[in-house]
């Protein structure tokens, strides 16, 4: 229980009561709180203050005051494991992938409860569903590992983990994640294209978002279109590349440059 | 998880989009989706490969053929379900249902696997495009191609509603199949459950209801038919809960209400022998509640109800209150106005759910005949006397307090309650006087009751009879205490009444025996003495006396017997035989209480103490008395007539009524000078208005007499006229 002891003409006998002070009391002398405690004057309409001398308003003046406890007789939890733990995650496995040549077991319950794309090749009624060895097409080992690293973690690894080229690496984990439903592991992988972005690199980033990730099309179509970064990126080659496959991309920017 | 080799720096190829150069892409890669949902409507699914199927549809997309293969997709689907189309069509009788169950089955089980293929259309392009999706577009696909088509729509529609029909007329059918096909129905959409299902039916049982009405609403009585209707209103809600939508529960409901309550709804509760009237008279709870109930779906019905029985209750309240037979015993035409009440309570707490507009009406249908007869105030003053006497059959409190409590209800309905206070204080003057108060507990009761009803005034002077008795005990004490002279006198006991407590009565002193005179006299100067400046006058028509009597015969008695009788007895100490007139005389009794004091003294079986000649029943002047020599009772102490409160002759009745109203003219010139004086000036209709609210508590004034005082308070100058406006009073200070 708290208690706001206000008093209208200061506290200290030398202030002569030309200010207002307010106190914050706890009740309850048994417990030991940390807590944060702001007051400030409630402005008219534009800022809220602690020192700008007012004239009161028909006579009100309203003060506000917040109070955050920060440490207390609380139980701390400790954040989310599970992509830990099922990372961990060694016996069994129940179904084995082979992506050109290369083998991975994995459990069909953790797959399908990540992505309804394998819910329903895993679990559905189709040959998969009964099949121990699934052959997957279109999709580099490599590739493979790290998607399925994040079905089991949630996390991606750091640059430092991806392989030779890591930046090559998220374009095409980014489709892979857009092909198999992954919505949260795109978005990372837009992110991590995003942190990267410069105007040697937005050509190939717009390529592979084109139809993928449409938020990552936008902000590479933005960064385009900015007027200190246009000059340089349509001169490199992957520019070029873009136009030649993707004609609409000329007629976007267009637009958006306001050509 | 993965035991795949052991980590090195992979080499990645640069992300390039495939650009797909072959022009046969498209034909090659529907091909396989074709192939692929032909097996999938032939149950053949588990040997296709998902992997395979989804990359192909993904592939299409991606290449920009996503409008191609959705166009392709629903003339495929569509083929499917034409094929489909025929074998229900096909389907002889009882079979179609099942057929049609059979084939939505499949489709439904397909329709998941193609969309499960088509997930990453589904995804994309679909919803950049605003196209249907791909469950979805199945659904629609099957209601226009089967659902909808000419062929079956109708049979459809005739199949479901022949076998309702079956059902309603007693036979069992497959619940089941139509809880599939209705299911069927809700899941392409409430508009076609509405357009295809919902509003044929509820047509159809419109007018099957209306049938059954029409049938049975000849022949069978009101409790019968609304059995009936009960029945099926139930068996519709169980009809719905099992094969429909929840949603079209309250809709039949409202149809069956309709067809078969709403429309003979005033014929039902007029019914002749079993209508609504009979149920009232004949307690019938059961079928009261079934009307309530049912009547409750109806719009107005309950109205209908409560007006029917208001005006029965007023019907029968007024043959009640008007019957002269009835009137000639108060405390039984009370007693029935509480046994009709606790009738109607218990009818309306029973079957009517308490329903406070039903108590409503039942308080209003009361006040309205309970005051047709004037006599009402002082019959239920009577039966409270009654009740408050000595020797009453509910000896037990408990009774008695509910009795009262439930008396009190009819008080309030009354419009003349100042009427009712001027009999009850007569009666209960005489009750205390005369000793036959069963219990002063009850009493008090009755008090509190009517102070809590009417305000500390209305029995204020009530009260004030209870603390002069009391008090005058205690002078009868103190008389007997101061003087030891008393031993030869007889014994009296004195109640000194103090006048504007007591209810008036004219009294002229007649002439007491000798020896009463002597000690009433001693009294008279002990009392004078503590109290000065006060005047007593002996009320010699109240009063008893207990008299020790021999008779001739030897047998000794002691007559308890009132005043006046004990003067006409105390003659016959010295004289053996007198005449009507010397008893007048010599008693100065008034003449109509002196023939009714011999009357019950002469001529009343087992208590004749005088004997009359003649032996008439009237009195003449020269009739003679003597004592009864041969008079014999069983027991020792004999009563001569009590005082009882009778019922008024017609002559007191009007005398009674006479003084209420002139008590009422006072009130209502203060009633007028009160409102006068907050609103200054007011118009003759507000005045009229005001006036009675006011005086509503007590009685209902009467306009004429409100106009006459106002006449009266204008000549006495408390208000005036406007000069221009002569409808206007204004007040003056």
């Given at each position: ?28 002398k048994?417990?030991?709180?940390e807590?944060?405690f ?30 955050m ?15 830990e733990h ?10 084995s ?16 409860a ?14 998969e569903?009964t ?107 992957g ?21 | ?17 495939r ?14 989706l ?60 009882g ?26 259309m ?25 659902v ?26 497959n ?8 299911k ?9 459950y509405?357009?295809d ?6 047509e ?35 009809r ?5 939508d ?26 002749e ?34 007006s ?5 209750i007023?019907?029968t ?15 039984d ?14 009818i ?30 002082e ?10 006497r ?12 509910t ?16 009427l ?12 205390l ?18 102070k ?20 005058s ?14 031993a ?22 007649c ?19 503590t ?53 007048e ?19 009343v079986?087992?208590k ?7 032996m ?51 009130q ?8 006068m ?6 118009d003759?209709?507000?005045?009229m ?12 004034p ?13 000549e006495r ?11 206007m ?5």
């Open positions: 229980m708290w208690r706001m002891n206000c008093y209208s003409s200061g506290v200290r006998e030398r202030d002569m009561g030309q200010h207002v002070s307010l106190f914050l009391e706890l009740l309850n048994s417990s030991s709180v807590a944060i702001g007051a400030w004057l409630k402005g008219n309409g534009r800022q809220n203050s602690t020192s700008a001398k007012r004239t009161l308003a028909y006579g009100y003046i309203t003060f506000v005051c917040a109070i406890v920060v440490s207390g007789n609380s139980i701390s939890v400790p954040p989310s494991d599970l992509g099922l990372g961990r995650l060694l016996n069994g496995t129940d179904v992938f082979n992506v050109d040549g290369e083998t991975f077991h994995a459990h069909r319950a953790v797959l399908a990540r992505s309804p794309v394998f819910h329903v090749g895993l679990l559905g009624s189709m040959a569903a099949m121990p060895a699934i052959t997957l097409h279109d999709i580099a080992p490599a590739v493979f590992r790290v998607m399925l690293r994040f079905m089991y973690t949630d996390t991606l690894p750091g640059d430092d983990e991806l392989g030779t080229s890591p930046f090559e690496m998220m374009q095409h984990l980014l489709a892979a994640a857009d092909r198999c439903a992954l919505d949260r592991l795109k978005l990372l992988c837009a992110q991590r294209l995003w942190d990267k972005m410069s105007v040697d690199t937005v050509a190939a980033t717009l390529a592979c978002a084109m139809y993928s990730c449409s938020e990552l099309k936008n902000k590479c179509i933005d960064f385009f279109a900015a007027e200190k970064n246009f000059k340089k990126a349509v001169l490199t080659d520019f070029l590349h873009l136009g030649q496959k993707f004609p609409s991309i000329i007629a976007d920017l267009r637009e958006r440059v306001g050509a | 998880m993965m035991n795949g080799q052991k980590k090195r720096g992979p080499r990645i190829e640069p992300f390039r989009h650009v797909e150069t072959d022009p046969k892409f498209f034909d090659k890669s529907w091909r396989k074709h192939d692929a949902i032909r097996e999938i409507y032939n149950h053949n699914a588990s040997g296709l490969s998902f992997e395979e199927l989804y990359r192909t549809a993904y592939n299409m997309v991606l290449h920009k053929f996503g409008p191609k293969l959705y166009e392709k997709l629903t003339e495929n689907m569509k083929e499917h379900l034409e094929e489909m189309r025929t074998c229900v069509e096909a389907a002889q009788g079979l179609f249902l099942e057929e049609l169950e059979r084939k939505w089955n499949d489709h439904n089980k397909a329709l998941t696997m193609i969309r499960d293929i088509l997930m990453y589904d995804r994309t392009y679909i919803p950049t495009n605003k196209k249907t999706p791909v469950f979805d577009l199945g659904l629609e696909l099957w209601r226009d191609t089967i909808r088509s000419p062929m079956i729509q109708g049979r459809l529609l005739d199949t479901l509603l022949e076998l309702i029909h079956r059902e309603r007329t007693g036979e069992v059918i619940r089941c199949l139509m809880r599939t096909t209705t069927m129905l809700m899941n392409l959409g409430s508009s076609v509405q357009d299902f919902e509003r044929p039916f509820l159809v049982s419109a007018s099957f209801y209306s049938g059954e009405s029409q049938q049975f609403i000849d022949c069978y009585s009101c409790g019968d038919y609304l059995r009936l209707a009960e029945r099926r209103l139930n068996e519709e809600s169980e719905v809960s099992q094969y429909m929840v949603k079209t529960n309250e809709k039949i409901t409202a149809v069956v209400v309709k067809e078969m309550l709403a429309n003979h709804m005033q014929r039902l509760i007029h019914m022998n079993s209508g609504l009237v009979n149920m009232l008279i004949e307690d019938r709870y059961e079928d009261l509640t079934r009307m309530y109930t049912l009547f409750n779906h109806v719009p107005d019905g309950l109205t209908a109800i409560r029917v029985m208001m005006s029965h007023k019907d309240g007024k043959s009640l209150v008007t019957d002269p037979e009835r009137l000639k015993d108060p405390v035409f009370v007693q029935r106005l509480l046994n009709e009440k606790d009738k109607y309570d218990n309306i707490n029973v079957s009517f759910n308490s329903d406070k507009s039903f108590l409503n009406a039942l308080n209003s249908s009361f006040e309205h005949f309970i005051n047709l007869n004037n006599r009402s105030p019959f239920i003053s009577l039966f409270v006397d009654d009740k408050l000595k020797g009453v059959k509910e000896a037990n409190e408990e009774d008695l307090e009795v009262l409590d439930k008396v009190m209800m009819l008080f309030r309905y009354l419009q003349e309650k100042d009712f206070e001027k009999y009850y204080k007569q009666h209960l003057a005489k009750r006087l005369s000793g036959k108060t069963a219990s002063d507990d009850s009493e008090r009761s009755m008090l509190v009751k009517l809590t009803e009417c305000g500390y005034q209305f029995t204020s002077k009530l009260e004030g009879m209870f603390t002069d008795l009391k008090t005990q205690d002078t009868t004490q103190g008389f007997y205490a101061s003087t030891s002279d008393l030869d006198y007889p014994q009296i006991s004195v109640q000194i009444l103090t006048t504007g407590s007591w209810p008036t009565q004219p009294c002229n002193t002439n007491l025996p000798p020896e009463i005179v002597a000690v009433s006299e001693k009294f008279r100067s002990y009392y004078l003495g109290h000065n400046g006060r005047r007593l006058t002996w009320q010699t028509n109240m009063g008893h006396a207990d008299i020790k009597a021999t008779f001739g015969n030897g047998s000794k008695h002691e007559l308890n017997v009132s005043t006046y009788q004990m003067c006409v007895l105390m003659l016959f100490n010295s004289s053996d035989v007198l005449t009507y007139r010397e008893i005389q010599s008693t100065a009794i008034p003449a109509a209480d002196l023939k009714r004091c011999l009357q019950s003294l002469a001529l079986k087992g004749q103490v005088l004997r009359k000649e003649p008439s029943r009237d009195i003449a002047d020269d009739d003679s008395f003597c004592v009864n020599d041969k008079f014999t009772s069983k027991l020792f102490k004999v009563k001569i007539g009590t005082v009882v409160a009778q019922k008024e002759t017609d002559p007191e009745k009007l005398e009674t009524r006479q003084r209420v109203e002139e008590d009422r003219k006072p209502i010139e203060a009633a007028i000078v009160r409102i004086k907050s609103r200054r000036v007011l003759h209709n507000s005045i208005t005001e006036v009675t609210k006011q005086l509503q508590p007590r009685f209902l009467n306009p004429v007499v409100i106009k006459k005082r106002i006449e009266s308070l204008i100058e408390f208000l005036e006229r406007d000069k221009t406006d002569r409808k009073y204004r007040y003056l200070a």
